[in-house]
């Protein structure tokens, strides 16, 4: 293809994008299905593109894009919700995950078609929810503050699950031993430490930040630290992403963490990122997330209809496994009406592809089998959160669903609706 066309098509991409994101904030249709289905039909329907096409440059270009956005929204997160809502978070982040992950397990293990610890592998690697999916779906979403911070928080806290499981289970099928001692120790690590040092970094960065504001054509500094950060710690062996995110949080809420050690070393002014610098980032997060999205739906791949139809199947269970994880970790927690739109947000996404690969790559008995699932599984759930998403915001739908997460009355549901405050 030639370099002009291609340069046009990118301009049309970020045009369409644009105009995508008008009509989710009007009509609640999301944009990332529209430009997930676009990725579909110049891939694997028509097959003008492939991801061999982007060489090298595809999967660095997807781990640009989940940091960058696991960043922004957590520079984004207010302290005072985390502190909230950090208790239901890891709830529902485990409970969703260990049930996802036994549900599936043990559906494609009856199937036949692979053994128990690859169908218990294949469970791990769709188990959570993708944080590039997720994070800007809700950021445009009239829910409450701490439900936002809910869902941000168990995307990237599952991600980790889902690769710290699936590498285990993978390990377990390689040697016949399941070491459980060892797994709840990397989970610990790749949580805790990473976690530290994404908040040290943020306190480093917070230190240099006024100096830095200081040079000319200095916006891009920030983000450029923070991919520093995500590789040091991935080179660790922890969790970049965790990092990242902290990093974000600890960054963005430095202007009211003010304690005496930070005064002796920096200005007056808050250290937090000021307005430009967070716009700067939204246009970042912006513009990755209209590739991206293109990116993996022409990356998706099929198999056989047989497969294709018990992805399907699986997909489905999981919507409605997760309507149960909801009403049994969240009452309390949220409105009823945020608890309908929280119990249709589900995607899986970029950890789960990459993990599905990798089980091809390992050459694996039944690789072929976790990859196309998985891909099925991936599209259909996307699919599926963008269409739950549009009905709810609708009558009957969003009845439906708050009864079916709620045991509060319809008549009660109808005035918490209307009564709760939302932010837009």
Not at 252 to 262: D, E, K, S, T, V
Request: hydrophobic share 55%.
């Amino acid at each position: 293809m030639e370099i002009a066309v291609i340069i046009g098509i990118i301009g049309i991409l970020i045009f369409l994008s644009h105009l995508l994101s008008e009509i989710f904030r009007r009509t609640k249709i999301p944009d990332v299905l529209s430009l997930f289905l676009l990725g579909l039909v110049v891939g694997p329907v028509f097959r003008l593109v492939t991801p061999a096409d982007f060489g090298a440059v595809g999967p660095v270009f997807t781990s640009v894009t989940l940091v960058i956005i696991l960043f922004e929204s957590g520079v984004g997160l207010r302290i005072n919700n985390l502190l909230k809502t950090m208790r239901p978070s890891l709830i529902l982040t485990v409970v969703n995950f260990v049930a996802t992950v036994i549900l599936v397990g043990g559906t494609v293990w009856a199937f036949g078609e692979i053994g128990l610890k690859r169908s218990f592998m294949l469970g791990a690697i769709v188990g959570g929810t993708s944080s590039a999916v997720v994070i800007p779906l809700v950021a445009q979403l009239r829910i409450r503050d701490e439900s936002r911070a809910i869902l941000v928080l168990e995307s990237a806290l599952s991600d980790v699950l889902c690769i710290v499981f699936a590498l285990a289970f993978l390990a377990a099928y390689k040697i016949g031993d399941l070491r459980v001692g060892a797994l709840v120790g990397q989970i610990l690590s790749s949580f805790l430490l990473a976690g530290i040092i994404g908040g040290v970094a943020a306190f480093l960065w917070s230190i240099l930040l006024n100096r830095i504001r200081a040079f000319r054509n200095s916006l891009f500094t920030t983000p450029a630290f923070v991919f520093v950060v995500f590789a040091l710690t991935e080179v660790l062996g922890f969790s970049g992403a965790i990092a990242a995110l902290t990093f974000g949080v600890a960054l963005g809420n430095a202007g009211f963490l003010r304690f005496p050690i930070l005064k002796r070393y920096t200005l007056p002014e808050p250290l937090a990122p000021n307005d430009t610098e967070k716009a700067f980032f939204s246009e970042i997060v912006f513009l990755f997330k209209t590739f991206f999205f293109v990116y993996i739906g022409l990356s998706i791949q099929f198999g056989n209809f047989l497969w294709l139809c018990l992805g399907v199947d699986i997909t489905l269970l999981i919507f409605i496994l997760r309507i149960a994880v909801v009403r049994f970790s969240l009452q309390g927690a949220a409105p009823p009406a945020d608890l309908a739109t929280m119990a249709a947000i589900v995607p899986k996404g970029l950890a789960a592809a990459v993990l599905a690969s990798l089980a091809l790559q390992e050459n694996i008995p039944g690789g072929e089998f976790i990859q196309n699932i998985t891909y099925v599984v991936i599209l259909f759930s996307i699919i599926g959160t963008s269409a739950l998403v549009f009905l709810i915001d609708r009558l009957p739908a969003s009845s439906l669903y708050i009864r079916l997460v709620s045991p509060t009355s319809a008549a009660q549901q109808d005035n918490i609706k209307s009564s709760d405050p939302v932010s837009e």
